[in-house]
């Protein structure tokens, strides 16, 4: 006797590929989730690295390292004083803090050999859309950090500039005040010379600060946040990063508004002044070639991660309010923050 054997109709056939497709379709945006959910979690691995790295350089000098400095010309930033603490030994002592522009990697030939090749991972956010190694100067080619030092805040209504887009409201409508606010740049074009410096935070320029400074209590003030995402000129991709690298720091011998530096310009460090998650580039005090007004800006969907004072990591939301922002961002405002 024949058996005669079913089989799949083309009907049914087209049926089990559209179904396999929607439940390909619906996995996908739950992968993508999943793996977003490990680089945050690897980025904020990162960020407590460097946080418990400036804990011990103060249990090892009594202070924290200076946000940027001066030395011969272009001094360093806070990377290159944290190095020691983060396994990277060899690459410090392999560098040098004599002779002209040691921060600079275009003008100190030690420091360009020493650096070039070199990718810090721990600098780099893995969410980070951006290439995270680039010449830096000199053809160094080496690590342009995802992350910033938190140099304070910035007082609309005692700066001369007009009201910045997104910035809200102007003068102290917010509540926010600051005293310890300069220009805070003498290059390169307009609408970076529009820019503002704040010395209220953690990492002033050429200053060293224990955390007793940090009179607000270290749970409640920033050290560092993000900066690790395209922001927009026109439809344009500009890259929010620190332009020469992450060794660059100051070449003014000045704190806040006794300041004789050629450039009066600080990299790898912000001035708050606009609200987390800002990605329009024509905005005064942001650029490449430093803005210190460079916003906090990740690729995370709706917010960033921040390293406190305490060392702890914590989330901040894209809707906190500005005024919050910049509280956080001040070691001594007397205005404790909780629940951000």
């Known amino acids: 006797m024949q058996i005669k054997r079913r089989a799949f109709t083309l009907v ?49 000098h009594n202070t924290l390292p200076a946000g940027t400095w001066r030395l011969q010309g272009w001094g360093f930033s806070f990377y290159y004083s944290v190095l020691p603490y983060i396994e990277q030994g060899a690459l410090y002592d392999s560098m040098t803090s004599s002779g002209d522009h040691p921060g600079y990697t275009g003008a100190n030939a030690q420091n360009r050999d020493a650096v070039n090749g070199v990718t810090l991972s721990g600098f780099i956010c893995p969410s980070n859309p951006m290439d995270p190694n680039k010449d830096v100067g000199g053809g160094a080619i080496t690590t342009r950090p995802s992350y910033v030092g938190i140099a304070g ?31 805070g740049s003498n290059c390169c074009n307009a609408q970076e010379m ?49 332009t020469h690298g992450w060794t ?7 704190t806040t508004t006794n300041w004789n530096g050629p450039n009066s310009r600080q990299f790898n460090v912000t001035s708050i002044r606009y609200p ?40 901040i939301a894209e809707t906190i309010a500005m005024p919050i922002v910049k509280y956080l961002a001040t070691r001594d405002d007397g205005e404790v923050v909780n629940g951000f």
């Not at 887009?165 to 926010?176: E, S, V």
């Not at 660059?248 to 000045?254: I, L, N, V």
């Open 12 to 60: 049914e056939l087209l049926v089990v590929i559209a179904i396999i497709g929607i439940l390909v379709g619906l996995l996908l945006p739950a992968v993508q989730a999943a793996r977003e959910a490990a680089r945050r979690m690897q980025c904020g691995n990162n960020m407590k690295q460097l946080g418990l790295a400036l804990h011990n350089y103060h249990d090892t």
């Open 153 to 183: 805040a910035i007082d609309e209504d005692k700066t001369s500039s007009a009201t910045p887009p997104q910035a809200g409201a102007t003068g102290d409508t917010d509540g926010f005040q600051e005293q310890r606010n300069r220009n």
């Open 194 to 242: 529009a820019g503002q410096m704040s010395a209220g935070g953690v990492f002033p320029t050429n200053k060293w600060l224990s955390f007793a400074k940090l009179t607000d209590g270290t749970s409640n003030v920033m050290m560092i946040g993000e900066t690790s995402s395209w922001m927009y000129d026109n439809g344009i991709q500009m890259d929010s990063r620190t």
């Open 248 to 254: 660059m720091g100051t070449d003014g011998s000045g």
């Open 276 to 315: 987390i998650g800002t990605d329009t580039w024509a905005l005064p005090g942001v650029g490449s070639n430093y803005g210190p007004n460079n916003p906090l800006l990740s690729a995370h969907p709706g917010g960033v991660q921040a390293v406190f004072g305490d060392g702890s990591v914590h989330f």
